[in-house]
Every structure is written in structure tokens, then in C-alpha cells.
């Protein structure tokens, strides 16, 4: 038990150093040669201007925070991590949306307050059979993947949605470091030849696909 204590403990020291560090050498933009990440490094991840949804989101995740305390369930993600989804919802004003997993509802009313209430699909448990369903129907211009508590899961929704990624979807997914081997899958299907563009926020990734751009993967601090 002490070993295993050590282990988690030096995991969250080189976790803090790895992120502190990023945050030195890769913000505002510097290094990024592509003026489409510049420009969404900028107006998007950096973004400091107060949106009138901030209010909504805020109190909608208070009553997470509250109701993960009283069922013993898993926190949400810090604050940041919504307000920085609102804005990349907003900037990317999707038509159709899809969920995989759920936080209590925070990322649902995130998404729906971002696009003016359009419909956000949310598939939560089932991957196999809801998501071959839902693909058999719809090809969705933004996808959320929350952190999966399953490796399997996560092996489930990669293989699924690898052929579904289309010209100038954006893909966010969350925990891309949960662990190694969420990590190494989050890399595997990264390499998709339609996404083009990775940028790399250390918890979570923003992809983009589209033939407009050169495929690289940017790091970027958050």
C-alpha cells in the first residue's frame, strides 16, 4: 500500500511539474507557425472576455460539485475546462452535437447554452450498440468525449468513430492521460489522416479536421 501511495504521489508531483512547465513555454501563441491555431490559441483557449453564459454554466456546475459531495460521485472537471468548451461550441457553432458519457449535465448545458439550445445527443453507457445506431443517422459536426472510466469503452468509441470523422468536424476529448493506455489510444486515433490538426491541453485535446490544413499537433498550456 505504501508503494503503491508513493507511486500515485510521484504521479501527481510530475503531473503539476509536466503542466507548470507547459504553461512557461507554450502560451500565447508562441512557436505556432499556423495562423489558424494562432488565431484559435488566441480568440478561443486564451480567450479572457466574460460570456453572458458564464453565469449559467457556473451555477450549473456549483450544483454538480454539490451533488458529486452528497452521492459520493466523481467531481466534475475544474470550471475552466466549461467556460474554455462554451467557447470553442461558440466559435465552432456546430449543427449537430454528440456526447459520449456523462458529468451530471454540465457539459450538456454547456453545449446547448453555446449553440442556442440545438440538440446535443448524449449517449452515456452502450457505445457498441447506441453508437453504431446513432452514426447510422447522423453525422455529427462536434463531438465531446468525457474521460471513460473503461479502457474498453474508450477502445469501443475510438474504433467506432474512426470512420465517421468528416471535413471540418472538432472532436474535444477529456482524460487523454487518465492513463498510459488512454493515452497511447488517444494517439492512435489522433493519427487519423482526416484530423489535421492536435491541439494538445495536456487534460484534455481539441481536433479539427480539415482539408484546408497541414496535420500537426500543437502543445499548448492551459
Do not use: W
Not at 483557449?45 to 454539490?66: D, G, L, V
Not at 467506432?160 to 468536424?169: A, I, N, S
Amino acid at each position: 500500500m505504501a508503494t503503491k501511495g508513493r507511486e500515485t504521489l510521484t504521479r501527481k508531483i510530475t503531473k503539476h511539474y509536466n503542466k507548470a512547465v507547459r504553461k512557461l513555454l507554450h502560451r500565447k501563441g508562441h512557436g505556432v507557425h499556423s495562423p489558424f491555431v494562432f488565431n484559435f490559441i488566441i480568440r478561443v483557449i486564451e480567450e479572457k472576455a466574460r460570456y453572458y453564459a458564464y453565469e449559467q454554466i457556473e451555477e450549473e456546475y456549483k450544483k454538480s460539485r454539490q451533488q458529486a459531495r452528497v452521492e459520493s460521485k466523481q467531481k466534475p472537471l475544474p470550471l475552466k475546462y466549461y467556460k474554455l468548451l462554451y467557447r470553442v461550441a461558440n466559435r465552432v457553432k456546430p449543427q449537430t452535437i454528440l456526447e459520449c458519457g456523462n458529468d451530471n449535465g454540465v457539459v450538456t448545458q454547456t453545449l446547448a447554452l453555446a449553440t442556442k439550445n440545438k440538440n446535443v445527443a448524449t449517449i452515456k453507457t452502450n457505445y457498441e450498440f447506441s453508437l453504431k445506431n446513432y452514426f447510422a443517422e447522423t453525422a455529427p459536426d462536434f463531438i465531446y468525449i468525457h474521460a471513460q472510466p473503461l479502457v474498453e469503452d474508450c477502445k469501443t468509441i475510438y474504433a467506432l468513430l474512426t470512420p465517421q470523422v468528416k471535413e471540418e468536424q472538432v472532436i474535444v476529448i477529456s482524460g487523454i492521460r487518465t492513463t498510459k493506455q488512454t493515452y497511447n489510444l488517444f494517439k492512435e486515433f489522433a493519427m487519423n489522416t482526416r484530423i489535421k490538426v492536435t491541439i494538445d491541453l495536456y487534460d484534455m485535446a481539441i481536433l479539427v479536421a480539415s482539408t484546408k490544413l497541414n496535420k500537426q499537433t500543437f502543445k499548448q498550456g492551459f
